[in-house]
């Protein structure tokens, strides 16, 4: 049975730090991974899928990575600002079952 | 605009009283989904739907059914709720399962009483 893992739950960083979110998985048998925000009373916004056979994803500040092997994944994000405070959730597409499974998910905070 | 839309957003209900949460997608996607999401459980699939007339459970599908009779319609029904199944609801679709984005619905806060 595929966990996802994201560590660490909650996260606060002073505006401007560069972070690194994690998420790990326990089946290397995936489809792809896909990073989420979410933010308080709304729903998940895509952020970056990667494909099983990808290393990593660009988008603006925004860069995922992926390691089946290891089963892990990151996001980075650059120059944070105050407006990428949220929580952002890891999703794994796992072959043979048509769901993503969802880690728990980390609580950003980037402070003015 | 591309989305995914679900009617009620918020509803507080007494149980067993049957509920319907609606979900239309716009885009044409054969495949729709509905999670819940609760604090410590993180998101779980309830049901899903490949196309038309094809349904089938995810991991917590007690409690619920769905339809499919058209391909932007996804409707989740409550035939007697309870109050463990107070959560938030999310649609979600894509046009295949596999190696596509999914789009989510903005949710729907479900209080039973």
């Known amino acids: 049975k595929q966990e996802v893992t994201q560590i660490p739950a909650a996260l606060s960083v002073p505006e401007g730090e560069n972070l690194v979110l994690n998420c790990s998985f326990t089946?290397?048998?995936?489809?792809?991974l896909q990073w989420f925000r979410q933010d308080p009373g709304k729903g998940l916004t895509s952020l970056l899928l990667?494909?099983?056979?990808?290393r990593e994803q660009t988008s603006g500040r925004l860069n995922a990575s992926l390691d089946k092997s290891s089963g892990r994944s990151t996001l980075y994000i650059a120059a944070s600002q105050p407006g990428d405070s949220a929580t952002y959730l890891c999703?794994?597409?796992?072959?043979?079952?048509?769901?993503?499974?969802f880690g728990q998910g980390t609580r950003l905070t980037i402070n003015p | 605009e591309a989305q995914v839309t679900q009617n009620p957003r918020y509803l507080i209900t007494v149980t067993g009283k049957k509920l319907t949460v609606t979900c239309s997608q716009n885009?044409?996607?054969?495949?729709m989904s509905w999670y819940r999401q609760d604090p410590g459980l993180g998101l779980r699939q309830i049901y899903y739907?490949?196309?038309?007339?094809?349904?089938d459970k995810g991991d917590v599908p007690e409690g619920y059914k769905v339809s499919r009779k058209e391909k932007r319609n996804f409707p989740l029904i409550l035939e007697s709720p309870s109050p463990n199944q107070t959560s938030l609801y999310f649609c979600?679709?894509?046009?295949?399962?596999?190696?596509?984005?999914?789009?989510f619905g903005e949710g729907s806060w479900l209080t039973v009483v």
């Open positions: 979600a679709s894509s046009p295949v399962y596999s190696g596509n984005t999914i789009y």
């Open positions: 089946d290397s048998a995936i489809y792809n």
């Open positions: 990667i494909q099983s056979s990808q």
């Open positions: 999703a794994v597409g796992t072959e043979g079952a048509q769901k993503l499974v």
């Open positions: 885009m044409n996607h054969e495949y």
């Open positions: 739907s490949m196309n038309v007339e094809v349904t």
